[in-house]
């Protein structure tokens, strides 16, 4: 015992300590940005802008990652997570490095997204292959500069299996903080139609820095049959009453820099079919020149406080955002104390960098330009 007590006195006159535990650098409110590998380009990472964004969650997972055998052995999972290199893969998986060391470099953090409904389904059949699922992306984040793993859980069923991976990827996440000395974050994206219990709830919000909600496809889409508005400021206030068991804090909200188009239909009414015999999706880029040459007209709706787009004959007609109402939707969430707000999606309203001008957003730079205006960014002024 007298041993002991002198080691520890000697300890603490040398100084010496534990190292200190890495700690979230997220600031009090977040805007972020998700972005897909497949619409990267070159010309995009020679100005691209990424200073907006405190996070980027960048789906730039390997091809087909699901139809691995994760039924073998974890050291098997973890060896092919090992042997995945970006530079020799297909497609724009190649640019991927470059823009990790963007986003760094512009002072953001960037998270490997893994999405999905269908992707899912092996693991409801066999749970136990989570944990080497896990384990797999645990290790792509470590072996490729990443700063954690955003999970964008589409399917609607299983929450509690969700929950439980999302603990086990903390403990994951936090064993690699230890070895590395970085905080690793942990976030994912629901669909804001989800509904949790109190102890779900509790459950998951241990495990994660915030979740996403995808507050857009509000609407039928193009898998209803009845259009209405995307993003419905009046239906967003109406979904969020069931999420009320979550603190806003750790709550982000989706913007949408796209809509959808519909072709022989109105608003409201009913079709013989799915919608996509009717319309698709438009991003905001792709509309812009109907409105600016196509002779299309506005037509605002003050209950959902977002309009429509028609065309001259009223044979079609577009529902997504614009300048002014995500302006409104923007007030709103920072005035009821929301944790931040994400964009789907970083390209949708994107003009790419050219003759030394950084690349810009239609949209998106409204918001950046407002959070600056209130104080809210930059976010080094705003650490937690």
Not at 302 to 326: H, K, L, Q
Request: charged fraction near 25%.
């Amino acid at each position: 015992m007298k041993k002991n007590v002198l080691f520890a006195m000697a300890l603490l006159a040398c100084g010496c300590s534990q190292p200190a535990r890495p700690v979230s650098e997220a600031p009090r409110f977040i805007h972020a940005a998700y972005s897909v590998e497949s619409l990267l380009s070159e010309a995009e990472l020679s100005g691209p802008g990424y200073e907006a964004f405190d996070f980027v969650y960048l789906m730039a997972a390997p091809a087909k990652w699901w139809t691995l055998d994760f039924d073998l052995p974890e050291a098997e999972i973890v060896r092919r997570a090992d042997a995945f290199d970006y530079t020799s893969a297909p497609g724009n998986m190649p640019l991927v490095p470059r823009m990790i060391g963007e986003v760094h470099a512009a002072g953001g953090k960037i998270l490997l997204c893994f999405g999905g409904q269908q992707e899912f389904r092996p693991f409801l059949e066999k749970p136990e292959r989570l944990t080497k699922f896990e384990a797999y992306m645990v290790r792509l984040v470590e072996r490729n500069d990443y700063d954690g793993i955003d999970m964008d859980w589409e399917i609607t069923i299983d929450k509690e299996l969700h929950a439980d991976m999302m603990g086990r990827l903390r403990g994951r996440l936090d064993s690699l903080s230890a070895k590395t000395g970085k905080y690793y974050y942990l976030t994912t994206a629901l669909s804001i139609d989800h509904v949790y219990d109190e102890a779900l709830a509790g459950r998951l919000s241990r495990a994660v820095d915030w979740i996403n909600i995808m507050s857009y496809d509000m609407c039928d889409g193009v898998w209803g049959r009845t259009p209405s508005h995307n993003t419905s400021l009046a239906v967003l206030r109406s979904k969020l009453a069931h999420w009320q068991i979550f603190d806003r804090r750790q709550l982000c909200l989706g913007l949408a820099n796209y809509g959808f188009y519909y072709k022989g239909l109105l608003p409201g009414e009913t079709a013989d079919g799915p919608l996509s015999e009717y319309g698709s999706y438009i991003t905001y880029k792709e509309f812009l020149p109907r409105l600016e040459h196509g002779g299309w007209t506005e037509e605002y709706d003050p209950e959902a406080e977002v309009s429509y787009y028609f065309a001259p004959d009223r044979g079609e007609f577009v529902t997504i955002e614009n300048p002014v109402s995500m302006h409104r939707k923007i007030e709103w969430v920072t005035a009821n104390g929301y944790r931040g707000v994400f964009w789907w999606e970083f390209h949708h309203d994107y003009v790419a960098p050219e003759a030394g001008r950084a690349g810009s957003h239609y949209l998106i730079d409204g918001v950046t330009d407002y959070l600056k205006e209130q104080g809210i960014r930059p976010a080094a002024e705003a650490n937690d």
